[in-house]
Nanobody, 127 residues
Framework: QVQLVESGGGLVQPGGSLRLSCVAS????????IGWFRRAPGKQREGVSC????????HYAASVKGRFTVSRDNAKNTAYVEMDNLKPEDTAVYYC????????????????????WGRGNQVTVSS
């Protein structure tokens, strides 16, 4: 059974940090790019970042570049996004997704190319 399970979300003050985890099972994690997406209240889901399966190259949305860092541990079938200097506009449900491919391209935020999705984890940035 294929699963992606996000965890690590919660309530944090502006300027704070959180680390989300995405644990995968039921498929070959090391052969899949991992994308991170988010859906803010009243908005469409948007791509946040992607880490490649082959060389761990990364892409970031302009809104999070310099504040978010993605990584992966293939031995643990787990991907991470470290989120620093969080802002209220980062409040959203965060999703991880897996795409069977070698590299994250410029179109990493095209949802249609992802094979598997997690159910999401809430991040709330508020004082």
């Amino acid at each position: 059974q294929v699963q992606l399970v996000e965890s690590g979300g919660g309530l944090v003050q502006p300027g704070g940090s959180l680390r989300l985890s995405c644990v995968a099972s039921g498929f070959s994690f090391d052969a899949h790019n991992i994308g991170w997406f988010r859906r803010a209240p009243g908005k469409q889901r948007e791509g946040v970042s992607c880490i490649s399966s082959s060389d761990r190259s990364t892409h970031y949305a302009a809104s999070v570049k310099g504040r978010f860092t993605v990584s992966r541990d293939n031995a643990k079938n787990t991907a991470y996004v470290e989120m620093d200097n969080l802002k209220p506009e980062d409040t959203a449900v965060y999703y991880c997704a897996a795409e069977r491919a070698f590299y994250c391209g410029e179109n990493y935020d095209y949802e249609e190319q992802y094979n598997y999705w997690g159910r999401g984890n809430q991040v709330t940035v508020s004082s």
